[in-house]
């Protein structure tokens, strides 16, 4: 099993930036694909971005393409999502997620760990 918490959330206006941390503990974590999640209260958990084990493949929703970067440094048992040019949008409760099964994906039903989340809110 893993561990994982989730920071680095808050308040940032329009346009502006914020960094998210996932720290793991417990099994190896590279032996994890790694994944960003986000919620909206009433709506789906829709998938961010995902990672493969060695950090050498990335995936994107297309809202975020191009704005979110995601990043994992296995040395250290973090994930990051690094978020630029934020949107009204992109307010949502934020989840990392991990899977020892398969290669990347969206799917939310293939993550079998999850953090507790951190809120992201930006304001108009």
């Known amino acids: 099993q893993v561990q994982l918490v989730e920071s680095g959330g808050g308040l940032v206006q329009t346009g502006g930036h914020l960094s998210l941390s996932c720290a793991a503990s417990?099994?190896?974590?590279?032996?994890?694909?790694m994944g960003w999640f986000r919620q909206t209260p009433g709506k789906e958990r829709e998938f961010v971005a995902a990672?493969?084990?060695?950090?050498?493949?990335?995936y994107y929703a297309n809202s975020v393409k191009g704005r979110f970067t995601i990043s994992r440094d296995n040395a250290r048992n973090i994930l990051y999502l690094q978020m630029n040019t934020l949107e009204p949008e992109d307010t949502a409760v934020y989840y990392c997620?991990?899977?020892?099964?398969?290669?990347?994906?969206?799917?939310?039903?293939?993550?079998?760990?999850w953090g507790q989340g951190t809120q992201v809110t930006v304001s108009s």
């Open positions: 997620a991990a899977t020892a099964q398969g290669d990347i994906d969206s799917s939310s039903a293939l993550y079998n760990y």
């Open positions: 417990g099994r190896t974590f590279s032996s994890y694909v």
């Open positions: 990672i493969d084990r060695r950090g050498t493949s990335v």
